[in-house]
């Protein structure tokens, strides 16, 4: 089965290709240092909403989704200031 991804929608076809959706995988981006910098700090705007947004959530299994999330920003936003993603799980 094969995974496309277009925006925040996810489909998963047998076998079939879909127009203008892109196979799920490793993505690279070349960034100026300017929109590495934006980047980076929109991420860590939306980390800190994602920490208070944690913070007032009761229900389990949406916090650990939040959970998830935040852990893939803070690895985003570390490789965005060069720190190895081994460095980050210590």
Request: no cysteine; aromatic share 4%.
């Amino acid at each position: 089965m094969t995974t496309f991804v277009r925006g925040a929608r996810v489909v998963r076809r047998e076998g079939v290709d879909v127009p203008g959706w892109v196979k799920e995988g490793i993505m690279e981006l070349t960034l100026s240092t300017e929109e590495q910098q934006l980047l980076l700090d929109i991420l860590e705007q939306r980390h800190r909403e994602l920490l208070k947004e944690i913070s007032h959530t009761a229900h389990r299994d949406f916090k650990q989704g939040l959970r998830k999330n935040e852990q893939l920003l803070e690895s985003m936003m570390g490789r965005l200031r060069g720190v190895p993603a081994q460095e980050l799980r210590a």
